[in-house]
């Protein structure tokens, strides 16, 4: 499902990295300090755990599973496939497109985002066949605090604006085919597999460069197309719209505020350069004593009152 949302995103030009579990051990690392980075924006994980809960689920013996479990912790982690110690950093938005099988799992997975004191937001999309799980999610967050209502539908998601997307994006989900998405498999485990024997030989000699390999390539033969890029105004509902703007207006704010406080940095860096420039102690000469001398002079009988001279002792 993972490789199927990222070939689906990128028909409409959107560039995401899949975190797999059947990648080498070094390149989940690469990826994962990559999206901490900024280096790009969407990354797509599973979580292998909830393999083994559905295995249970299903009636196995205790012996079977115990074999289970013991295989899938010599091939696979246990986590998203990522490294022991490793985090994500930097969440804003966890969007689970399957719902978890558990509600240790939903909890989990919304754990990624509003971490030390930072905002973040999860968006659930429930299927008809998952309203169960959701219930149960509700339930168990409900015990802890009765008067506060934690799962909320999405205001900015309204029936209207997936309407006006069905055929869109019906017609780009047929072009994503099995073999289509075996292939991008295929492909993107070569790929990393290249990229793991360039990265334990390149981070080596500069362990500070993560941008040389790219885990965001687009896996899809043929180049997304045009038209797809951009929605036209009048598959926009206006709701989403509003947001939008409030968004974008939100970003050019953030903007301003880093740029003010960069010149107001500099100003104080440029200030403080002066007073070292003008530091008495570190100015002091025979000949600047003289010529502040001579100043003072010339100032002698201005306005009736006491010479620079005298002042200039006085403070001495």
């Known amino acids: 499902m993972s490789f199927r949302l990222k070939l689906f995103l990128e028909k409409f030009g959107i560039k995401s990295a899949v975190l ?58 246990s ?12 969440v804003h938005t966890v969007i689970n497109y399957e719902m978890p099988q558990s509600v240790a799992g939903y909890v989990h997975r919304i754990g990624r985002t509003g971490r030390a004191y930072s905002t973040g937001v999860s968006v659930s999309l429930v299927s008809t066949d998952e309203m169960e799980i959701l219930e149960d999610i509700k339930s168990f967050l409900g015990d802890d605090e009765k008067d506060s209502s934690y799962i909320v539908p999405f205001p900015l998601l309204t029936k209207k604006a997936v309407e006006s997307l069905r055929y869109r994006a019906e017609d780009t989900a047929k072009s994503v085919t099995k073999v289509a998405v075996r292939e991008a498999r295929a492909q993107d485990l070569r790929n990393e597999i290249l990229n793991s024997e360039k990265l334990k030989a390149h981070f080596e000699a500069n362990p500070k460069d993560l941008d040389l390999l790219k885990h965001d390539k687009i896996l899809s033969k043929k180049d997304p197309a045009p038209h797809l890029r951009n929605v036209p105004d009048y598959l926009v509902d206006p709701t989403t719209k509003e947001a939008s703007k409030m968004v974008k207006l939100a970003r050019a704010a953030m903007g301003n505020n880093n740029n003010s406080a960069h010149r107001h940095r500099r100003g104080h860096k440029f200030k403080g350069n002066l007073r070292r420039t003008r530091d008495p102690l570190k100015t002091f000469s025979a000949q600047g004593l003289r010529r502040s001398q001579n100043a003072g002079m010339k100032r002698v009988g201005e306005g009736g009152g006491e010479t620079g001279r005298h002042k200039k002792k006085n403070s001495v």
């Open 20 to 77: 797999n579990a059947e990648l080498p051990q070094n390149s989940r690392l690469h990826i994962l300090e990559g999206f901490n980075a900024g280096l790009f924006d969407y990354l797509i994980a599973t979580d292998d755990s909830e393999l083994k809960q559905k295995e249970q689920a299903n009636g196995g013996t205790q012996a079977d599973s115990r074999k289970s479990k013991k295989h899938t912790k010599q091939n696979l982690d």
């Open 79 to 90: 986590e998203f496939g990522v490294v022991r110690g490793i985090d994500f950093k930097n």
